[in-house]
């Protein structure tokens, strides 16, 4: 059975707080404060471990590699993105559409997460994609994990998922993303202002070849103006999914 702990007002697992504290080991053993050492000891209860979208931002193009194995281990989606493509209010206002990494908010438990700023344009919808047009191999994955919410404003979000580069235009699409073919699109989800978390079901999904790990697409609700939300912690694994968010696609 799985054992959960609470931390930045969140529930995770043994493992989680085991990689914080060893990124604060490794930050403050300089300074003395050894007393984190001795969790380091902790190892994995089900033998999962999760790790931050904000963790890791080497996107170095040379450092990235094609056959990521989720059988080898979680993928961490911060690790194996090289680039990100807008959508939306985002191409023809870049600035209506800000994603900021490694974001810090005491006041919305955010600690180096991604907070999305949006202010709705013309269009009233605008998307971010990450990208790494090497593909991914992620045939051994069952879902994929993320936390989303700490929204300010009137705001609904759709998540996409395990997308491919498609030659040329998909003008059949209502998606905002019209050269990318995504295995699986969530419904409208309305955000509210505390953390969820969010498993999609990858079962019976072509997992290899894919270029497009994870975007959002996001509009106002029914009331306009500016919108903001965060994200955290997007992990595809070979974990199956629990309560899964409804999808548009199967």
Excluded at 117 to 137: C, E, H, R, W
Aim: charged fraction near 20%.
């Amino acid at each position: 059975m799985s054992h959960t702990v609470q931390y930045l007002n969140k529930t995770y697992t043994i493992d989680i707080i085991t990689m914080i504290t060893r990124t604060t080991a490794i930050q403050f053993a300089p300074l003395g404060i050894l007393a984190v050492i001795p969790f380091l000891l902790f190892t994995p209860i089900d033998g999962q471990n999760v790790f931050s979208i904000s963790g890791n931002h080497n996107h170095n193009q040379n450092a990235l590699f094609s056959n990521v194995d989720a059988a080898k281990g979680p993928v961490h989606i911060s690790e194996v993105y090289a680039s990100k493509n807008f959508a939306g209010d985002a191409i023809t206002r870049p600035n209506y559409l800000k994603v900021t990494d490694s974001y810090i908010n005491a006041d919305a438990w955010c600690e180096m997460c991604v907070r999305v700023d949006y202010t709705p344009g013309s269009q009233g919808i605008a998307g971010m994609a990450y990208v790494n047009f090497k593909g991914l191999d992620l045939t051994s994955a069952k879902r994929i994990t993320f936390f989303a919410g700490h929204a300010t404003g009137d705001i609904k979000v759709k998540f996409l998922v395990a997308g491919k580069k498609i030659d040329g235009v998909d003008a059949s699409s209502d998606q905002i993303f019209k050269n990318t073919k995504f295995a699986k699109t969530t419904k409208y989800v309305t955000l509210s202002n505390v953390w969820k978390k969010y498993d999609i079901d990858l079962s019976n999904v072509d997992l290899g070849g894919v270029t497009h790990p994870f975007a959002f697409e996001v509009k106002p609700g029914t009331t306009p103006g500016p919108v903001t939300f965060y994200l955290d912690y997007v992990v595809y694994d070979d974990q199956t999914a629990k309560n899964p968010v409804a999808t548009d696609t199967t």
